[in-house]
């Protein structure tokens, strides 16, 4: 089966069929609401197709919803959004991964998905690595029907604050002393959002804050512009023994500190780093309608559907969803 999966992944091209999918939620001990979790996965069923995370600003992604799953043992790519975003808006990721015989299964983290987004919760990033540990118990315990998620090979990828998710979970440990003092002087990404929302940092919990909650079932880590790159313990990132990716999206010279990996890709056991260039942090998103681009221009705020330079969205999403095919191949089909 793990040859298999290294033809079907290399394979890489345009979909053939849309993936399967399913959207649920599962109880989880951590939180005191259920988690939101999206399934896509390989099927050969290719009607009715519907479009998820399709809107007014979005153009959405083509499923197959509660479709009949091929049945075949798969690896398991969890997938974690960034701050303030969702799992729905990344399925043009979780397609071109299913289409080279992946399930992938993406959570909306409470507290830090749109329209559930709070300064407050965003400093609490061990909620999110608790989600992820919750969703391998749930796929172990109770999958869903049909499915069957091979746990022994297991990867992880995260954009933004899903990006320091993935590492996290890899073993990468924060200071919270380092972070105050990043924000203290720098006004970025994260640091002006957390100001203007009332955050105190110096309020962090420190024990949870910098808390190793590496989990031994991941095999495999891609972190796309990850946030808390000043914040990282080059301790914590000596000890990762897992496979690393590293995405920035952008030029070497565009990238925000705060979510540029080549302060910590030297760092890292082995790890890939890799620039995206002719993008920038938001070409991550899900592409955008024309009333999108409109209404988003025009509103000022975050140029959530315009990118850099000349390339199209498209066509820089293409690059990245080829490079972690790539590198989930080299990793999870051995």
Known sequence: ???????????????????????????????????????????????PVTRLGGNAVFVGAPVVEDAQSLGDPAPVVLVSHGSGG?????????NALTDRGVIVVAPNHPGTTSGDSLPQRTVMPWERADD???????????????????????????????GHTALRVAGARVSKSAFIAYCEGNIGLECQWLADGGADLTAIDATRYEADDRDARIEAVIAVDPALAQAYTAESLGRIDVPVLLINLGDPETIPAGVDAAAIAPTIPGARHLYVSGASHFS???????????????????????????????????????AAGAFLSDVLAR
């Open 132 to 162: 992820l540990g919750a969703i391998l118990d749930w796929l172990k315990r109770a999958p869903p029907e049909g499915l069957s998620p091979d746990l022994d090979r297991v990867g992880v990828l995260g954009f933004s604050l899903g």
């Open 284 to 322: 991550f998103l899900g592409r955008c309608t024309w009333l999108g681009w409109a209404v988003v221009g025009l509103s000022g705020e975050d140029p959530i559907c315009a990118d850099p330079g000349p390339r199209a969205r498209a066509d820089i999403q293409a690059e990245i969803a080829t």
């Open 86 to 94: 969702n799992a729905a808006n990344l399925g043009w990721l979780a």
């Open 1 to 47: 089966m793990k040859l298999g999966f290294a033809v079907l992944i290399l394979a890489g091209g345009v979909a053939q069929a849309q993936p399967g999918h399913i959207a649920t939620e599962i109880d989880v001990a951590h939180r005191d609401v259920p988690l939101p979790v999206h399934v896509w996965y390989p099927t050969d069923q290719r009607d």
